[in-house]
């Protein structure tokens, strides 16, 4: 018996001892994790990114990067701040598939272009606060997008990006033109602080699938764009409901009952369902007549 024991305890403490473990910065065929784990260090300092990510076996370059991950350690004390030269790496990295950077890095603005034409990028969690224009242009495979400290866009968006499904943007209050243009596979937006759509936001992109989860702010539209079907709004409680009932106006800039930029869309909030086939009565129903249902 004492001839069988031995022998397996020793094999079961040498597995313990040469269990695999992760390395605080690593790459694993194109997947850059940067991280605290193991005492690595918490702190990316300002134009470090490229230094850090090329001391790693396998990346000679940005566009060696298919995944990058910052700060995704349990410890969450992952800190620093991006000046240009990192901006400018990141918009390098033409091949990459997954943007993951922690809301404790401060990025600031990235200013134009930043992934414009990333054609393999399919998720991103990014934590900047400004985008200038084409921030995302031309994603083909794009389809999920995090922006957690978002605060602005300008023109072009997210633009022409067939595959986007899900964007969360909950502190963004303007965008430019077209920022949803040709953007047909939409089915949440969530966009609570916004307070100003740019014209011809979703131009040619069929929302008819898509829930857009607004705030209690009425934003201000100048227009949706041509060949657009409108989706779910949904806002947070019935006092704003009450907000677009008492101002028609803005259901209907041009004076018309017919005519209103909301018109087609069905409202939503919490108990509350106005939708042109129910039979709701009193303001409700006021509430249908001056949205053209």
């Known amino acids: 018996m004492r001839k069988i024991f031995f022998p397996l305890m020793l094999a079961l403490m040498l597995s313990v001892l040469f269990i695999p473990t992760a390395f605080a910065d690593n790459n694993v065929s194109g997947v850059v994790s940067l991280d605290t784990t193991n005492g690595g260090s ?14 790693l076996s396998g990346i000679n370059s940005a566009l060696d990067v298919l995944e990058l991950h910052i700060g995704s350690d349990i410890s969450g004390s992952f800190n620093g701040t991006w000046n240009t030269g990192d901006i400018g790496y990141v ?14 890095i401060s990025v600031g603005n990235v200013g134009n272009n930043f992934c414009d034409h990333f054609n393999s990028m399919t998720d991103v969690i990014f934590p900047a606060t400004d985008f200038g224009y084409n921030a995302f242009l031309s994603g083909d ?19 022409q990006c067939p595959n986007l499904t899900s964007v969360d943007i909950p502190s963004v209050t303007t965008f430019g033109t077209n920022s949803f243009y040709d953007c047909d596979s939409l089915t949440s937006l969530n966009l609570p602080a916004v307070t100003n759509f740019g014209s011809t936001t979703f131009r040619n992109s069929d929302m008819s699938g898509c829930d857009l989860e ?58 509350i369902v106005v939708n042109p086939q129910t039979g709701d009565s009193g303001w409700i129903r006021s509430f249908h007549n001056w949205i053209g249902f």
């Open 42 to 55: 918490s702190t990316l300092s300002a134009g470090g990114l490229q230094t850090r990510i090329e001391n």
């Open 91 to 104: 918009n390098d990295m033409s091949n990459i598939q997954v943007l993951d950077v922690a809301n404790t």
């Open 214 to 271: 607004l705030g209690a702010t009425i934003p201000t539209v100048t227009s949706w764009g041509s060949s657009f079907a409108p989706g779910t709004l949904i806002v947070p409680d019935a006092s704003t409901v009450s907000a677009y009932d008492a101002n028609h106006q803005t259901w209907t800039p041009t004076g018309s009952d017919t005519d209103g930029l909301w018109e087609g869309w069905t409202l939503q909030a919490p108990g």
């Open 141 to 159: 495979n794009l389809s999920s997008v995090n922006l957690p400290l978002a605060e602005s866009f300008t023109d072009w968006a997210f633009s």
